[in-house]
């Protein structure tokens, strides 16, 4: 076993009542940045067909942008509630996941997958209905030479991701939570989707306060002509 071609043993998921939480209060994945102070959002990948609200825990892979020895194997490792989280250093010439794997993935019960490159077979992924995030299609498929790494902290959509960690999707794209703040931000998740509630009853009876727009503006010194 050596750095860049290994297989680590699972690491500590998110808690299961938890998870529960979160998949049954399916929280808006911007409700949940916010709660984060901006942070955790996945940048550059968009879910690559409609599909349920994503909710699962990170099982991480770290690949070369043209290879998926290792994503294989990754399949063959996860189970039921697994989200598979590629960082393949957002490569943009060669898919790594496609229609056939998408659909092991399915059958295997995961949650979804996330990869920072590329997938192909988009009507296939739209049939399946599982959720899938990535930077974009193109119809190349990858080489299966390795290596390769499961398990391991990876850097997906610039943003990192330890094995364990809590991933959510819908369409806006994905968030990723780390494991051990993931009930905190649960309930400020809550608060941030409360007081968007409380804003939309505001819009719809002609409430909404705005006279925060030109306080803000004169605090930063700006002339008003």
């Known amino acids: 076993m050596g750095v860049g071609n290994r297989v680590l043993p699972r690491a500590e998921s998110v808690a299961a009542e938890t998870l529960e939480r979160f998949r049954a209060a399916a929280f808006p994945v911007a409700n949940v940045a916010d709660a984060m102070g901006r942070f955790g959002a996945l940048r550059g990948l968009r879910r690559m067909a409609p599909a349920p609200y994503l909710v699962g825990t990170a099982l991480t892979v770290r690949t070369r942008p043209s290879d998926n020895l290792m994503v294989h194997k990754a399949l063959d490792l996860a189970g039921p509630g697994d989200v598979l989280v590629v960082d393949a250093c957002g490569g943009a010439d060669y898919a790594i996941v496609g229609g056939l794997m998408c659909r092991y993935a399915r059958r ?118």
């Open 108 to 225: 295997r019960g995961l949650a979804g997958l996330v990869v920072d490159g590329m997938v192909r077979d988009d009507d296939e992924l739209t049939e399946l209905g599982l959720p899938v995030y990535a930077a974009g299609i193109s119809p190349n498929g990858p080489y299966k030479d390795g290596p390769g790494e499961i398990n391991v902290p990876v850097s997906c959509g610039r943003t990192p991701v330890l094995p364990g960690d809590l991933v959510l999707g819908d369409a806006d794209g994905v968030v990723v939570v780390p494991r051990a703040d993931a009930e905190q931000v649960r309930r400020e998740a809550e608060a941030v989707r409360g007081n968007e509630r409380g804003v939309v009853a505001a819009i719809e009876r002609d409430g909404w306060d705005r006279a925060w727009i030109d306080r803000k503006l004169a605090a930063n010194g700006c002339a008003d002509g």
